[in-house]
C-alpha cells in the first residue's frame, strides 16, 4: 500500500519545503516527489492542510504518560496508555523506564514490554531499566532501600529482552568492567547516571 502526503510543509536538511509530496510505501519514506509524480498519483492521498510535517520524537525515558506510571503497573495496558499519551505530542517512539525496584519488579517490567513488543504496541521500542544499580549518594528521586550492588546473579535477568532495545542507567562503581563488558557484548547500551564515579572509573568503565 502506498500512501502520498500532500499539502505539507516539510522539513528538508536546513529548510522548509513546500508543494511536494512525501512518498510512503510499506511503512518507509520512499521519495520525495511532486504531487504531479505518477507514483503519488497512483497512492492513496492524504492532504497534510499546510501543516508541518516532521520526523517522530524518539523518548529514551518515559517514566509515565496517561495518568499512569510505569513502575506503578508494569503491564502491556500502562505501555499502550503511555504510548498514546505521548503520540499526541509527536513522540512516536519511546522506552517504557522502570525506575529502581526489587529485581522481581524489573522482571515483570521486561515481560510487560516483550509481550508489547510482540503484540504490536504502537511505539514501543524496548525497555530503559534506570536502576536500582546506582549510587546512594546521587540517588535523586530513587528510593535508596531499592538500590544495590550489581553482580553477575543479574546478567541474565538485564539480557533476556531478545527484541527491541534494553538501556540500562547504572553507576560504573557498583559493579564491575567485566559486568559491563558482558552487557555490552549481550547487545544492550549501558548508560552512566546517578553516579559519584570518578574520571578514573568512568574511562575504566567505557574501555
Given at each position: 500500500m502506498s500512501?502520498?502526503?500532500?499539502n505539507g510543509r516539510v522539513l528538508r536538511k536546513d529548510r522548509l519545503t513546500q508543494g511536494r509530496c512525501v512518498l510512503i510505501e510499506n511503512g518507509?519514506?520512499?521519495?520525495?516527489?511532486?504531487p504531479s509524480d505518477r507514483r503519488a498519483r497512483r497512492a492513496e492521498r492524504y492532504d497534510l492542510g499546510g501543516q508541518l510535517?516532521?520526523?517522530?520524537?524518539?523518548?529514551?525515558?518515559?517514566n509515565g504518560g496517561g495518568g499512569v506510571l510505569f513502575n506503578d503497573a508494569p503491564t502491556v495496558e500502562t505501555i499502550r496508555a503511555i504510548g498514546?499519551?505521548?503520540?499526541?505530542?509527536?513522540?512516536?517512539?519511546?522506552?517504557?523506564?522502570l525506575?529502581?525496584?526489587?529485581?522481581?519488579?524489573?522482571?515483570?517490567?521486561?515481560?510487560?514490554?516483550?509481550?508489547?513488543?510482540?503484540?504490536?504496541v504502537p511505539g514501543v521500542l524496548g525497555i530503559h531499566i534506570e536502576g536500582p544499580f546506582l549510587n546512594v549518594a546521587r540517588?535523586?528521586?530513587?528510593d535508596?532501600?531499592?538500590?544495590?550492588?550489581?553482580?553477575?546473579s543479574a546478567l541474565g535477568l538485564l539480557t533476556s529482552l531478545t527484541g527491541g532495545r534494553t538501556l540500562v542507567t547504572l553507576a560504573p562503581e557498583v559493579t564491575t568492567p567485566q559486568i559491563i563488558e558482558k552487557l555490552v557484548?549481550?547487545?544492550v547500551v549501558v548508560s552512566a547516571g546517578h553516579t559519584n564515579a570518578t574520571y578514573a572509573e568512568i574511562g575504566t568503565a567505557l574501555r
Open positions: 500512501v502520498a502526503l500532500v518507509r519514506i520512499l521519495d520525495i516527489v511532486a510535517l516532521l520526523p517522530g520524537f524518539i523518548d529514551s525515558q518515559v498514546r499519551a505521548h503520540r499526541r505530542f509527536g513522540t512516536t517512539g519511546f522506552l517504557p523506564t525506575i529502581s525496584a526489587d529485581l522481581d519488579v524489573v522482571a515483570r517490567a521486561i515481560a510487560a514490554v516483550r509481550s508489547a513488543l510482540e503484540a504490536g540517588k535523586g528521586v530513587h535508596p532501600a531499592k538500590l544495590r550492588d550489581l553482580d553477575a557484548a549481550s547487545g
